[in-house]
């Protein structure tokens, strides 16, 4: 009865692969994000999805894309991996009109 | 806006003591703000949130105080107890949009 879940927990991959992180809510939310948190713990919003709007943090590279097949879901593609994409991942939804977000237990993704 | 920096400060205290955390916001047009607990290996979780229209909001052992004037925000943990060890972010959003802003965190830690 999770309300955000994301999958894997854990990720390990070479630099230059391709790799995706799946994210589902049950809580018929009609917004979606993908934040990114890094070493220090700092969190970034890097996309918000509502139903077909897409926001984008301008600083986030286009190596980076969004797919959502239907409402619950919110998929987090990455192209040739770097580096510096080894972070924390962490997916969130809310409701429109009411602006508290709840969050998955996040995805590690390591880059060797 | 941005908030605070990169670093993440910690503050220790004993259990049973009444813990502040505070933190800095810098974007005027803000007008909703939520305190959020991250414990280790999970997502963050929402604890209390206020809209710019009050100053004062209480929860459980918990009360959230802003001031516009300065731009700052508290989370007072009253009695505080081992299960709050974490790191507390403060985020902030504007009615515009629902994208979450977040602070750098501050590490709690409960002494027995």
């Known amino acids: 009865d999770t309300a955000v879940s994301q999958t894997p927990k854990y990720l390990v991959t070479q630099m230059g692969n391709d790799k995706s992180i799946k994210c589902e809510q049950n809580?018929?939310?009609?917004?979606m994000y993908w934040y990114k948190q890094d070493s220090k713990k700092f969190l970034k919003i890097m996309f918000s999805y509502n139903n077909k709007e897409l926001i984008i943090n301008e600083t986030v590279p286009n190596r980076f894309s969004p797919k959502s097949p239907d409402k619950a879901h919110l998929n987090l593609h990455i192209n040739s991996l770097e580096l510096g994409d080894s972070a924390v991942y962490f997916c969130?939804?809310?409701?429109?009109?009411?602006?508290?977000?709840?969050f998955g237990q996040g995805t590690r993704l390591t880059v060797v | 806006g941005e908030s605070v920096g990169l670093h993440l400060p910690t503050l220790s205290v004993q259990e049973g003591d009444n813990s502040i955390i505070n933190c800095a916001y810098s974007n005027s047009a803000s007008d909703y703000f939520i305190w959020y607990k991250q414990e280790s290996g999970k997502g963050p979780q929402f604890i209390i949130d206020i809209r710019s229209n009050m100053d004062k909001r209480q929860g459980q052992r918990v009360t959230v105080l802003l001031n516009k004037t300065v731009k700052h925000l508290s989370l007072q943990i009253a009695a505080t107890q081992p299960g709050d060890s974490a790191v507390y972010f403060c985020a902030e959003t504007q009615n515009a949009g629902n994208m979450l802003t977040f602070g750098g965190g501050t590490r709690l830690m409960v002494k027995p």
């Open positions: 809580l018929g939310h009609d917004t």
């Open positions: 969130a939804s809310s409701q429109r009109g009411r602006d508290e977000a709840f």
